[in-house]
């Protein structure tokens, strides 16, 4: 990836207002074209990306919860990189709870976004990477019956939102990024947190990156509301990319995203 990587800088410039989209949109790469709509955020709310990686078969786990890593290592770089971009990266607390992640930008130059973890119930414990290891500011999303003013978890800023049915409103986890500046939204996973934010119609931007591997079983990846016709399954604008041996659909949801 010589030129992606030559261009990296020019690329976190242009995503923290340095006006290099003219040199990105004549990069031949055509991995540069999934970074600019994060580089030309929209104003009012958060421009918001989910990403999913997964098996030929749909699953982004084992039936063992295995999920490190289904995808490849260019995969891996490349959700780096949406890291670096964008102000706040997403997870939900299955993600937090299977694969003990760090959410940090350490295999691409670029800074830390701050890292977010859905976690309704308080279910995880302060035991996990991310709430000690002090590498990026934190915050912890609650139902906001299991949080105090000004409460902290670990090395992590405790915020409670209303919740219905044990489940927290996505909108309101955007307006409160938003509030906190916030003009780029990752929601890197899983499955369940990605299909909330999308059945939600709350991402501009779509992205499955799937791997050359059937797993037969496991955990499945996006689960939406069904639609009753195969007429009422709205076409995306999506285009292919090659990642190594993986192919990444790049899908737009929102006009000017």
């Known amino acids: 990836m010589p030129e992606i990587d030559s261009l990296w800088p020019l690329v976190l410039a242009a995503a923290r207002g340095g006006g290099a989209d003219a040199v990105l949109a004549a990069a031949a790469d055509p991995l540069i074209a999934l970074y600019l709509p994060l580089c030309r955020p929209a104003n009012g709310r958060p421009f918001t990306i989910g990403h999913l990686g997964q098996s030929l078969d749909g699953f982004v786990a084992t039936a063992q919860g295995e999920s490190l890593f289904i995808t490849g290592e260019e995969n891996v770089v490349h959700m780096h990189r949406l890291r670096a971009l964008c102000d706040a990266v997403v997870v939900g607390a299955s993600t937090v709870a299977a694969d003990d992640s760090r959410l940090t930008t350490r295999l691409v130059p670029g800074p830390n976004p701050l890292r977010v973890v859905i976690d309704p119930r308080r279910r995880l414990p302060a035991s996990r990477r991310l709430f000690s290891d002090g590498a990026a500011p934190t915050l912890l999303v609650c139902d906001a019956a299991h949080a105090r003013p000004g409460e902290r978890f670990g090395g992590a800023e ?41 059945a939600a119609g709350l991402l501009d931007r779509l992205q499955v990156t799937v791997a050359p591997a059937l797993l037969g079983d496991g955990l499945p990846g996006l689960r939406l509301p069904a639609v009753p016709r195969l007429a009422d399954a709205a076409p995306l604008a999506c285009r292919a990319v090659r990642m190594g041996d993986d192919v990444l659909f790049d899908c737009e949801l929102r006009t000017g995203g």
């Open 158 to 198: 405790v915020a409670g939102l209303p919740a219905r049915g044990g489940r927290l409103d996505y909108a309101a986890i955007l307006a409160l990024l938003h509030a906190r500046g916030c003009r780029t939204v990752f929601v890197e996973g899983g499955g369940t947190t990605v299909a909330g934010f999308l």
